[in-house]
T-cell receptor, first 115, second 115 residues
């Protein structure tokens, strides 16, 4: 079974600084999808960014970018120019893409933005 | 576009009682998911529907949990009888198509407390 590990329960960053959230995963698949979701106190999960494993280029979405290291099974999220609205729980998630549609999530990282 | 609607927002029950949660997905979304999120953990898939058929319920505790999506639109998730360990947030999500290429839209969840 696939597993997703987020080793940082909590991270803190100054407003306008850059922070990197770590994620590792375990799979025997060669083709799959990886995601970062944001969960604010409202509890609604919001997609931040996604990466397809067969694409070598790292995904970017405005201030958010990933460092995808397929051989190391690592998928970190970098948030540049941190804003107060970025404060939330961040979850890394995996999908095998081959019929099983459900996401496997990590335990999450609580991101604190200090003004 | 209206989002995924869930009710109630909060529910407190005693163990051995029954409870039901309701989810109305985004209009036209054929795929619907129920996730369970225990405090301090990432969401775990309970069941996935495609229209009114079950695609995956391998992680649903079928001795006490049931779910239905009779007309392929809204869905209910029931727990009977509830146990203390069922205390969690229950998230509903929908997507227009199956597979990781179709973004998931989450509702705000129902927080269940079993005393």
């Amino acid at each position: 079974a696939q597993t997703v590990t987020q080793s940082q329960p909590e991270m803190s960053v100054q407003e306008a600084e850059t922070v990197t959230l770590s994620c590792t995963y375990d799979t025997s698949e060669s083709d799959y999808y990886l995601f970062w979701y944001k969960q604010p106190p409202s509890r609604q999960m919001i997609l931040v960014i996604r990466q397809e494993a067969y694409k070598q280029q790292n995904a970017t979405e405005n201030r958010f970018s990933v460092n995808f290291q397929k051989a190391a099974k690592s998928f970190s999220l970098k948030i540049s120019d941190s804003q107060l609205g970025d404060a939330a729980m961040y979850f890394c998630a995996y999908n095998s893409g081959g019929g099983a549609d459900g996401l496997t999530f990590g335990k999450g990282t609580h991101l604190i933005i200090q003004p | 576009e209206a989002g995924v609607a869930q009710s109630p927002r909060y529910k407190i029950i005693e163990k051995r009682q029954s409870v039901a949660f309701w989810c109305n997905p985004i209009s036209g979304h054929a795929t619907l998911y129920w996730y369970q999120q225990i405090l301090g953990q990432g969401p775990k898939l309970l069941i996935q529907f495609q229209n009114n058929g079950v695609v995956d319920d391998s992680q649903l505790p079928k001795d006490r949990f049931s779910a239905e999506r009779l007309k392929g639109v809204d869905s209910t998730l029931k727990i009977q009888p509830a146990k203390l360990e069922d205390s969690a947030v229950y998230l509903c999500a929908s997507s227009s198509l199956r597979g990781p290429n179709s973004p998931l839209h989450f509702g705000n969840g129902t927080r269940l407390t079993v005393t």
